[in-house]
């Protein structure tokens, strides 16, 4: 085989000059590995929920609270509630014109709130069978008449219905409604309050005296307030309150351009709209029926209905012969179709229910208005922060009405907050059967998140009140009123990289100092390498091994030639 000669001298040559310059130390080492940022790890958790709570702020049954100072009596105290009525005439508060006196409310606002728990109430003028709550200085010689005194209703002519249409009583009602707005809108202590004022009860209604002709109304009289009176009260309350809800008895075009609630005081009797006069059949006609997307239905579960309603076979008196008459006594359609999220069912603290009576009873009440579950939360972990998204579902009737600041944390093993970040979850925008998600990014620098858990929290705007549970498996678990989502990610490892270089120039031989010559110290030279001494003679035997190989190589060639 014919090989040409020069190449192979010029490989020889080649091979041995790299040799040369490894053994000598001349190429540049690899340079070392850049830092690499660890790459970002991502957790995803899939929640597991429960069925609706029993107990969740501003939503459920509620008792009547007792007087303050006074203990409750109730045959079932442990019956889930979150709020508590009462009821007050305006005269506790009015002490003469232009003058007030909030006592009687901050009272019961306090014991309230002292037992964790947010209030409802009304004010009234005219509660049959009560002394009349028209403020004193409207009474006598000089006063207003009370000439419509009345004995239905127990009231034997105690109370008396006032002439709402009388100037000095609409004064009145607008200067106490404008100071009571400004004492107490958006106190957190209030969950909501009930328009009141006007009618038997503060319900709106002067039933039998309305107009129509009956037994009990033989000539028609209407004590009911004119429209244009009616309308300057509506007016007044809208000034009044820009946080606290408002809710009133009755739909109407007014109360639907305010943009009122509304409450329904014969739940599940008079509801359904079965008939002209029930509740639903005015909201319909009135065109409110989407009205609760936007604002609360609250009210109170007929009183006779409320000791056996529960009850299966239904046990309430005459309650065939009343449905044969178009009466309701169906809860679960009268909740689906009314929205509502509250109502007074005083018995069932009062009287107390039993067995599956009473388990159909707390069922009953945690299904009313919103019903919040996360179904997912995704985690992601990066140098210096957590990202947390999470997704919401609302599974109930109807949404949260009040938007309370939420937050995300950090947990330690602990429960002890960590890190937090302020969340917008926009609770109300949250109806039934929709969706949403909240995310937040938390500031991780410097900590230890070693067993770290991430969670979500909807505290209460009121201090020591419920917080807003959602219901899934993990509320609570590793701290009260915080849902935990999952565990923080470690931060995935990452191989180092390795910088590409270029090799360094071989040093020629020639341009070796020679040996003795001044500042060529053999020592002094490989320091600045990096060698030492013994790499020297490590160096020079390569060197020596190389030489003779060089020397075979020309001796080999040159035979052959």
């Given at each position: 085989m014919t090989v040409d000669r020069t190449v192979k001298r010029r490989r020889a040559q080649r091979v041995g000059a790299l040799a040369l310059a490894s053994a000598l130390g001349l190429l540049a080492p690899a340079a070392a590995a850049a830092p690499a940022e660890p790459e970002a790890a991502t957790a995803t958790y899939e929640l597991t929920t429960t069925p609706a709570l029993a107990t969740n702020p501003l939503k459920g049954f509620l008792p009547f609270a007792p007087e303050p100072g006074q203990t409750a009596e109730f045959a079932d105290p442990d019956f889930p509630y979150s709020m508590e009525w009462f009821y007050l005439p305006v005269d506790s508060v009015v002490t003469g014109e232009g003058t007030y006196d909030w006592t009687a409310v901050e009272s019961r606002l306090d014991a309230i709130a002292e037992r964790g728990h947010q209030s409802v109430?009304?004010?009234?003028?005219?509660?049959?069978?009560?002394?009349?709550?028209?403020?004193?200085?409207?009474?006598?010689?000089?006063?207003?008449?009370?000439?419509?005194?009345?004995?239905?209703?127990?009231?034997?002519?105690?109370?008396?219905?006032?002439?709402?249409?009388?100037?000095?009583?609409?004064?009145?009602?607008?200067?106490?409604?404008?100071?009571?707005?400004?004492?107490?809108?958006?106190?957190?202590?209030?969950?909501?309050?009930?328009?009141?004022?006007?009618?038997?009860?503060?319900?709106?209604?002067?039933?039998?005296?309305?107009g129509v002709v009956s037994d009990e109304n033989p000539t028609g009289e209407d004590w009911m307030p004119s429209q244009a009176t009616r309308e300057t009260i509506w007016?007044?309350?809208?000034?009044?309150?820009?946080?606290?809800?408002?809710?009133?008895?009755?739909?109407?075009?007014?109360?639907?351009?305010?943009?009122?609630?509304?409450?329904?005081?014969?739940?599940?009797?008079?509801?359904?709209?079965?008939?002209?006069w029930h509740f639903l059949t005015k909201v319909i006609a009135e065109g409110m029926q989407d009205a609760w997307q936007q604002a609360p239905v609250g009210g109170e579960l007929y009183p006779p209905l409320q000791t056996c309603l529960f009850d299966d076979p239904l046990s309430c008196p005459d309650a065939a012969a009343e449905i044969a008459a178009g009466r309701d006594y169906n809860f679960a359609d009268s909740v689906d179709?009314?929205?509502?999220?509250?109502?007074?069912?005083?018995?069932?603290?009062?009287?107390?229910?039993t067995g599956?009576?009473?388990?159909?009873?707390?069922?009953?009440?945690?299904?009313?208005?919103?019903?919040?579950?996360?179904?997912?939360?995704?985690?992601?972990?990066?140098?210096?922060?957590?990202?947390?998204?999470?997704?919401?579902?609302?599974?109930?009737?109807?949404?949260?009405?009040?938007?309370?600041?939420?937050?995300?944390?950090?947990?330690?093993?602990?429960?002890?907050?960590?890190?937090?970040?302020p969340v917008d979850a926009n609770l109300p925008g949250l109806l039934p059967g929709t969706t949403s998600t909240v995310s937040a990014t938390l500031d991780t620098t410097a900590l230890d998140l070693t067993g770290a858990t991430v969670a979500f929290s909807v505290p209460n705007v009121m201090d020591g009140g419920l917080p807003l549970r959602f219901a899934n498996a993990t509320?609570?678990?590793?701290?009260?009123?915080?849902?935990?989502?999952?565990?923080?990610?470690?931060?995935?490892?990452?191989?180092?990289?390795?910088?590409?270089?270029?090799?360094?120039?071989?040093?020629?031989?020639?341009?070796?100092?020679?040996?003795?010559?001044?500042?060529?110290?053999?020592?002094?030279?490989?320091?600045?390498?990096?060698?030492?001494a013994t790499s020297l003679g490590v160096a020079a035997a390569g060197a020596a091994t190389l030489g003779g190989a060089l020397l075979l190589m020309r001796r080999k060639a040159h035979a052959g030639r």
């Open positions: 109430f009304r004010f009234y003028l005219d509660y049959p069978a009560q002394e009349s709550g028209v403020p004193d200085y409207l009474l006598g010689p000089d006063g207003i008449s009370q000439e419509r005194a009345y004995d239905f209703f127990d009231n034997d002519g105690l109370s008396f219905s006032p002439d709402y249409d009388d100037p000095r009583v609409v004064d009145m009602i607008v200067d106490f409604v404008t100071a009571f707005g400004e004492q107490y809108d958006g106190d957190p202590r209030v969950g909501y309050v009930t328009a009141g004022l006007i009618g038997f009860w503060g319900e709106d209604h002067t039933y039998p005296m309305d007016d007044a309350w809208d000034a009044a309150l820009d946080e606290t809800w408002l809710l009133a008895r009755y739909p109407s075009e007014a109360v639907k351009d305010h943009g009122f609630g509304l409450h329904d005081d014969s739940f599940a009797y008079a509801t359904l709209p079965t008939t002209d179709q009314t929205h509502i999220s509250w109502m007074m069912n005083h018995q069932a603290w009062a009287t107390g229910y599956q009576s009473r388990e159909r009873a707390v069922a009953a009440s945690a299904s009313l208005g919103y019903d919040l579950a996360a179904v997912q939360g995704s985690v992601t972990r990066g140098a210096g922060g957590v990202d947390v998204t999470l997704d919401l579902e609302n599974r109930g009737v109807a949404p949260f009405y009040y938007d309370w600041p939420a937050s995300m944390v950090l947990l330690d093993a602990q429960g002890e907050i960590l890190a937090e970040a509320q609570d678990a590793d701290r009260d009123g915080y849902l935990s989502i999952g565990a923080v990610p470690a931060l995935a490892d990452v191989a180092p990289v390795a910088a590409p270089v270029e090799p360094a120039p071989v040093v020629p031989a020639a341009a070796a100092a020679p040996a003795g010559a001044a500042g060529a110290s053999p020592a002094g030279d490989l320091a600045a390498t990096g060698a030492s």
